[in-house]
């Protein structure tokens, strides 16, 4: 299956704007987040900690709804989502 996975802030900078992902049918987002990080040499280290967990500052969004850190291993993908990262979001 193919995933779009779209990159925001920073983390275009580190991945570029969008990339789409081939991934096997059973695939769920944590082994996306993987191959992702794994197309760049610094990814690894913008999304994970030395333990392998997610960073909690990331931001992700699958099908444009948000995804909880705890929710991330058992995310399913479909052919033709779309996941987003973002760093997070400040302001005022």
């Known amino acids: 299956m193919k995933v779009r996975v779209r990159a925001f802030a920073r983390f275009r900078e580190i991945f570029g704007s969008e ?5 096997p049918e059973e695939a769920g987002l944590d082994v996306l987040l993987k191959k992702f990080a ?7 280290a913008a999304l994970f900690d030395g333990d392998g967990r997610l960073l909690s500052h990331v931001v992700l969004m699958h ?4 995804v909880e850190d705890a929710a991330v291993g058992g995310t ?3 052919d033709g989502d779309e996941v987003a990262v ?3 979001v400040a302001g005022g």
């Open 19 to 23: 990339q789409v992902i081939d991934l």
């Open 76 to 78: 399913a993908l479909s």
């Open 38 to 44: 794994e197309s760049r040499e610094e990814g690894h």
């Open 86 to 88: 973002f760093p997070p």
């Open 63 to 66: 099908n444009r709804r948000r």
